[in-house]
């Protein structure tokens, strides 16, 4: 059963930066899209970033412009970098991966992420 691991979560002051990454502990066959989420506390899940094989990304508005995703399609992994981290980006943050040969998208366990003074 393929697992995604996060890693990279932590503390960091208001205007910090953090770079979060996520790796599959198997290949996941034709991969067609991976990304990550957020759930902050109180909210529902909201997806951040979005990036496809060819390196098409795609961004939740507010993010646009401080966040980067990028990732590796051979070697399942997917990274955020994070910069300019606002008290509001505090979440446990989640990557996926989805694939044509799974009905199913695979998760991550979640790494938190709070932004605080």
């Known amino acids: 059963q393929v697992q995604l691991v996060e890693s990279g979560g932590g503390l960091v002051q208001p205007g910090g930066s953090l770079r979060l990454s996520c790796t599959a502990s198997?290949?996941?066959?034709?991969?067609?899209?991976m990304g990550w989420s957020r759930q902050a506390p109180g909210k529902g899940r909201e997806l951040v970033a979005s990036?496809?094989?060819?390196?098409?990304?795609h961004y939740a508005g507010s993010m646009k412009d401080r966040f980067t995703i990028s990732g590796n399609n051979a070697e399942n992994t997917v990274y955020l970098q994070m910069s300019s981290l606002k008290p509001e980006d505090t979440a446990v943050y989640y990557c996926?991966?989805?694939?044509?040969?799974?009905?199913?998208?695979?998760w991550g366990q979640g790494t938190q992420v709070a932004v605080s003074s």
């Open positions: 198997a290949t996941i066959v034709s991969l067609n899209l």
């Open positions: 996926w991966m989805s694939s044509t040969g799974s009905p199913y998208d695979y």
């Open positions: 990036i496809t094989p060819t390196g098409d990304t």
